[in-house]
């Protein structure tokens, strides 16, 4: 079975950065990454995904802001999030699935971490 861990969530003031990364603990490639979040009260809003070549793609909210990769050493995924926004504080997950066709839709995406928690103060 396949699990993921995110790391490097914490608390940040407006306009600082922080970078998010997800870890697999077997061999995973190639497949679909996505990052998604959730704020209380709010629906899992997909963010940025990262197909199997190598391709970014971005929701409109965070477009400009936050960078989705991959670290081939390392064989860990990140989001380097920068200029951050109150708005912006929710739990963070990474998934991940070898068939995506749509990176922003959560339902398709069978592997999840457990979140990390990224707070932005004013």
């Known amino acids: 079975q396949v699990r993921l861990v995110e790391s490097g969530g914490g608390s940040v003031q407006s306009g600082g950065s922080l970078r998010l990364s997800c870890a697999a603990n077997?061999?995973?490639?190639?497949?679909?990454i996505g990052w998604f979040r959730q704020a209380p009260g709010k629906e899992r809003e997909g963010l940025a995904g990262l197909s199997k070549n190598g391709n970014p793609s971005y929701a409109d909210s965070v477009k400009g802001r936050f960078t989705i990769g991959q670290d081939n050493a390392k064989k860990t995924w990140y989001l380097q999030m920068n200029n951050l926004k109150p708005e912006d504080t929710a739990t963070y997950y990474c998934?991940?699935?070898?068939?995506?066709?749509?990176?922003?839709?959560?339902?398709?995406?069978?592997?999840w971490g457990q979140g990390t928690q990224v707070t932005v103060s004013s």
């Open positions: 077997s061999y995973t490639y190639p497949w679909y």
């Open positions: 998934a991940g699935d070898p068939y995506i066709s749509e990176w922003w839709v959560a339902g398709e995406y069978r592997y």
